[in-house]
């Protein structure tokens, strides 16, 4: 079954740190790009980062460059995203999805996704 489990979200306090997942179940990750989204309380969805598994070109949103990094653990089948420096508006659910080639890994593409996670709920507050 094709999937994509996102895991790590949790409760941390401003300035702290987390590590998410983002693991592919029932297929490769190797052929597509994978973003990581966010969903605000109240806001509508967004696109934070992306990755190109073939070549581990990354991209971020200015929202989080310089706090957040994306990597791919290609043997792992596995996608994280460190984020250091949380504020309190990094707060909401983040999400990962899969993309085929061909996006550049704009995070403006608004074309659908092959693959999304159901999401991981990330609390930063004190």
């Known amino acids: 079954q094709l999937q994509l489990v996102e895991s790590g979200g949790g409760l941390v306090q401003p300035g702290g740190s987390l590590r998410l997942s983002c693991e592919g179940s029932?297929?490769?990750?190797?052929?597509?790009?994978i973003r990581w989204f966010r969903q605000a309380p109240g806001k509508e969805r967004e696109a934070i980062s992306c990755?190109?598994?073939?070549?581990?070109?990354?991209k971020y949103a200015d929202s989080v460059k310089g706090r957040f990094t994306i990597s791919s653990v290609n043997a792992a089948n596995t996608v994280n995203l460190q984020m250091n420096s949380l504020k309190p508006e990094d707060t909401g659910v983040y999400y990962c999805?899969?993309?085929?080639?061909?996006?550049?890994?704009?995070?403006?593409?608004?074309?659908?996704?092959?693959?999304w996670g159901k999401g991981t709920l990330v609390t930063v507050s004190s």
């Open positions: 999805a899969a993309a085929a080639y061909g996006t550049s890994c704009l995070l403006t593409y608004t074309g659908a996704m092959d693959y």
């Open positions: 990755v190109k598994m073939s070549s581990g070109s990354t």
């Open positions: 029932g297929f490769a990750l190797y052929p597509y790009e």
